[in-house]
């Protein structure tokens, strides 16, 4: 290399070093820039966050089962179908009920009648008292007259005599009539005919006949989607099989599953925010902690580990939190049983408990009830028509 060479080589040399420094620079500055916003996101946002994919959307599965025996003569919902509640599901054969219905409010008037006529008869015991009690003061006015005459010898002593047995007789004859009315008062003392015994039994028999006829309409217990269908018309069922079964989907929640490292400052009442895969990150539903499982998924799994074996290897637990959804954005992108999610809990806020404030929840249904009002209302019918006024 000539002189005049020289210098031009190092003068690229050196800008080549600069330029590398430079971005060496820049570099740094970024990375320490980066470490800077993450530091800053961490203790600002991130610390205060515990998320989860291993989050799936659970509810209430009612099951559909018959309480009585009988034949299926119709199914009137389907899988996927929605049901409203109180709408008949499946209609067993009622042959036999209503015959045992008809005997039972038979028997019930029949009772009604018989019980009337005990009534009836206080009177007619009550009659006969006051004429036993006419007939023993007209015998003993008659002893009294003979007697008084006797001493002149107006009368025998035989006259005499047949008038105190006429006395005895028209005494047995009241303690008799007395006896009879005691005895048919103690069967209607104290009650009507409607509250006397003999028809409240027989009206509990029609109201179990009434039952058993009623039960064989199988009625929606909630509102939701008919799913896991398998009766069929013409089987054959028996009380407790399972027909098919309805998901008010309007009441499902998310079950989401952390892990035992993510719990120390998670707390009910806390805010949730939540993605559903089949919706994707643009929806987003909100909602908050509600409780936390008793134990975690392998404690209460079919068959749990047995950690006190020698082969033991520790693996990180999962325990089950209950979130529940905002109903308002639930109607809007309704989800379905079994759906994945992401959740984020914000535990920012860790004053609140795990255990003490979880919040009881009833579930409970009235369809059956109108069932029991129908047949008091049978029965008080059938109670007028046979009373009498």
């Given at each position: 290399?000539?002189?005049a060479?020289?210098?031009?080589a190092?003068?690229?040399?050196?800008?080549?070093?600069?330029?590398?420094?430079?971005?060496?620079?820049?570099?740094?500055?970024?990375?320490?820039?980066?470490?800077?916003?993450?530091?800053?996101?961490?203790?600002?946002?991130?610390?205060?966050?515990?998320?989860?994919?291993?989050?799936?959307?659970?509810?209430?599965?009612?099951?559909?089962?018959?309480?009585v025996?009988?034949?299926?003569?119709?199914v009137?919902?389907?899988?996927?179908?929605?049901?409203?509640?109180?709408?008949p599901?499946?209609?067993?054969?009622?042959?036999?009920?209503?015959?045992?219905?008809?005997?039972a409010?038979?028997?019930?008037?029949?009772?009604?009648r018989?019980?009337?006529?005990?009534?009836a008869?206080?009177?007619?015991?009550?009659?006969?008292?006051?004429v036993?009690?006419?007939?023993l003061?007209?015998?003993q006015?008659?002893?009294?007259?003979?007697?008084?005459v006797?001493?002149?010898?107006?009368?025998?002593?035989?006259?005499?005599?047949h008038?105190?047995?006429?006395?005895?007789?028209a005494q047995?004859?009241?303690?008799?009539?007395?006896q009879?009315?005691?005895?048919?008062?103690?069967?209607?003392?104290?009650?009507?005919?409607?509250?006397?015994?003999?028809?409240?039994?027989?009206?509990?028999?029609?109201?179990?006949?009434y039952?058993?006829?009623?039960?064989?309409?199988?009625p929606?217990?909630?509102?939701?989607y008919v799913?896991k269908r398998?009766?069929?018309?013409?089987?054959?069922?028996?009380?407790?099989?399972?027909?098919?079964?309805?998901?008010?989907?309007?009441?499902?929640?998310?079950?989401a599953?952390?892990?035992?490292?993510q719990?120390?400052?998670?707390?009910i009442?806390?805010?949730?925010?939540?993605?559903?895969d089949?919706?994707?990150?643009?929806?987003?539903?909100h909602?908050?902690?509600?409780?936390?499982?008793?134990?975690?998924g392998?404690?209460?799994?079919?068959?749990?580990?047995?950690?006190?074996?020698?082969n033991?290897?520790?693996?990180?637990q999962?325990?089950?939190?209950?979130?529940?959804?905002?109903?308002?954005?639930?109607e809007?992108?309704?989800?379905r049983?079994?759906?994945?999610m992401q959740?984020?809990?914000?535990?920012k806020d860790?004053?609140?408990?795990?255990?003490?404030?979880?919040?009881?929840?009833?579930?409970?249904?009235?369809?059956?009830?109108?069932?029991?009002?129908?047949?008091?209302?049978?029965?008080?019918?059938?109670?007028?028509?046979?009373?009498?006024?």
């Amino acid at each position: 290399m000539n002189t005049a060479q020289r210098p031009v080589a190092e003068e690229q040399g050196t800008e080549q070093n600069g330029k590398r420094k430079r971005m060496m620079t820049l570099l740094v500055v970024a990375i320490v820039i980066a470490a800077i916003a993450y530091g800053l996101y961490y203790f600002l946002v991130a610390r205060f966050s515990e998320d989860t994919d291993d989050a799936y959307v659970n509810g209430n599965v009612v099951q559909i089962t018959p309480q009585v025996t009988g034949t299926v003569i119709a199914v009137n919902a389907d899988d996927t179908q929605t049901v409203k509640i109180g709408e008949p599901l499946v209609q067993l054969d009622p042959a036999d009920s209503r015959i045992a219905l008809q005997q039972a409010e038979a028997d019930l008037g029949q009772t009604v009648r018989q019980v009337r006529g005990l009534f009836a008869n206080d009177s007619q015991y009550q009659a006969q008292v006051a004429v036993r009690q006419a007939d023993l003061s007209r015998a003993q006015d008659d002893l009294h007259r003979r007697m008084q005459v006797a001493q002149t010898g107006a009368v025998s002593q035989e006259e005499v005599s047949h008038a105190s047995d006429t006395v005895k007789s028209a005494q047995a004859a009241l303690d008799a009539a007395q006896q009879q009315l005691a005895a048919n008062r103690a069967l209607t003392a104290n009650t009507t005919i409607a509250d006397h015994p003999n028809v409240m039994a027989a009206a509990a028999r029609v109201r179990d006949a009434y039952l058993a006829n009623a039960r064989n309409t199988l009625p929606a217990p909630v509102t939701g989607y008919v799913a896991k269908r398998s009766v069929q018309v013409g089987q054959r069922v028996s009380p407790g099989t399972p027909l098919m079964s309805v998901v008010p989907l309007n009441a499902v929640w998310v079950d989401a599953n952390f892990k035992e490292v993510q719990l120390k400052h998670m707390r009910i009442g806390q805010p949730v925010e939540m993605t559903a895969d089949v919706y994707g990150s643009s929806v987003v539903y909100h909602g908050k902690v509600v409780g936390f499982s008793a134990g975690t998924g392998s404690a209460f799994s079919l068959l749990p580990a047995q950690n006190a074996t020698g082969n033991w290897i520790k693996v990180v637990q999962r325990l089950p939190v209950r979130v529940a959804l905002d109903p308002a954005e639930l109607e809007k992108h309704p989800l379905r049983i079994g759906l994945s999610m992401q959740v984020d809990v914000n535990i920012k806020d860790d004053s609140g408990s795990q255990l003490g404030n979880a919040q009881n929840t009833v579930y409970q249904t009235d369809v059956f009830e109108k069932y029991g009002d129908e047949a008091d209302a049978e029965i008080a019918r059938i109670i007028a028509e046979n009373a009498g006024k």
